[in-house]
């Protein structure tokens, strides 16, 4: 069940990895004790496959922020202001014009 939650709040809120790890513990715990091993398994890999997915979605991210050199924005010494760093995060964010 915690597989199934995980893999819809990652999509939903990115959550699920919390879920996700919690499913894997639990999971582990109820194939050790042979407790409903099926549906330990099923959970096991779903945890782990929203594991998978969160880390591929996180350095799509990653990559993507950087190759838009997003975080030269925070850099004080080039945008002392608040207003400054938001309007170039902007700016980057929106791309070619």
Known sequence: MLGICSLVLLLVCGVGTL????????????????????????????????????????????????????GECFDRRLYPTQEDAQRCVEDRLAGPR
């Open 19 to 70: 879920v996700a790890v919690v499913g894997l513990v639990l999971g582990i715990v109820a194939i050790v004790r042979n407790s409903n091993r099926r549906r330990a398994v099923g959970g096991l890999v779903l945890s782990g496959l929203t594991l998978v997915l969160a880390l591929v979605i996180g350095v799509i991210f990653y990559t993507w922020f950087q190759t838009r050199h997003v």
